[in-house]
T-cell receptor, first 114, second 114 residues
Framework: DTGVSQDPRHKITKRGQNVTFRCDPISEHNRLYWYRQTLGQGPEFLTYFQNEAQLEKSRLLSDRFSAERPKGSFSTLEIQRTEQGDSAMYLC????????????FGSGTRLTVV | QQPVQSPQAVILREGEDAVINCSSSKALYSVHWYRQKHGEAPVFLMILLKGGEQKGHEKISASFNEKKQQSSLYLTASQLSYSGTYFCGTESPSTSNSGYALNFGKGTSLLVTP
């Protein structure tokens, strides 16, 4: 069990650029979640996958955000045409499934849009 | 919908007790509790699945009142290592009934002093 890995740890980008983050979940976990967290707030749900299927996406999420999980393994989160309001910590988590245990979070990718 | 946590912040002396509350306006399937230390990812503490269920983790325990849609986290004989921000995460059926993902509260900041 090597934990949940996220890459990169930090990303600074100019407004309007596209960015992509990667998450490698715990291999036995079939569920993968993306959350966003800003200072002083709890994690805000973005989207989640069960295996390769994207089962839910936050209604508050802009169309500029897209996520994939090909073959049910690693996942990528892409933000197109970044805005300053996108600056946050992007957390990935994985779990075995509903009611079967808690989420294991990765260390996150801190995005700064300048 | 985001669960509501109270209090927002607590300062304790080592050895004192604290209670953190979490309430939801929606029916709940489960409640999770996490602790996050500054600059780190949230760490899973426990999950409560059934109404009235209580669980313990060292000197940290929790209860879940399904009818009232509330959960409480109890920290007894607090230690310096308990300092951090505590989040409850609630799991409810999504409106699309396609799956479940946690909604997190804004967190309760706990500081334990010597």
């Amino acid at each position: 069990d090597t934990g949940v890995s996220q890459d990169p740890r930090h990303k600074i980008t100019k407004r309007g650029q596209n960015v992509t983050f990667r998450c490698d979940p715990i291999s036995e976990h079939n569920r993968l979640y993306w959350y966003r967290q800003t200072l002083g707030q709890g994690p805000e749900f973005l989207t989640y996958f069960q295996n390769e299927a994207q089962l839910e996406k936050s209604r508050l999420l802009s169309d500029r955000f897209s996520a994939e999980r090909p073959k049910g393994s690693f996942s990528t989160l892409e933000i197109q045409r970044t805005e300053q309001g996108d600056s946050a910590m992007y957390l990935c988590a994985s779990s075995r499934g509903q009611g079967s245990g808690g989420y294991t979070f990765g260390s996150g990718t801190r995005l700064t849009v300048v | 919908q985001q669960p509501v946590q109270s209090p927002q912040a607590v300062i304790l002396r080592e050895g004192e007790d604290a209670v953190i509350n979490c309430s939801s306006s929606k029916a709940l399937y489960s409640v999770h509790w996490y602790r996050q230390k500054h600059g780190e990812a949230p760490v899973f503490l426990m999950i409560l699945l059934k109404g009235g269920e209580q669980k313990g983790h060292e000197k940290i325990s929790a209860s879940f009142n399904e009818k009232k849609q509330q959960s409480s986290l109890y920290l007894t004989a607090s230690q310096l290592s308990y300092s951090g921000t505590y989040f409850c995460g609630t799991e409810s059926p999504s409106t699309s009934n396609s799956g479940y993902a946690l909604n997190f509260g804004k967190g309760t900041s706990l500081l334990v002093t010597p």
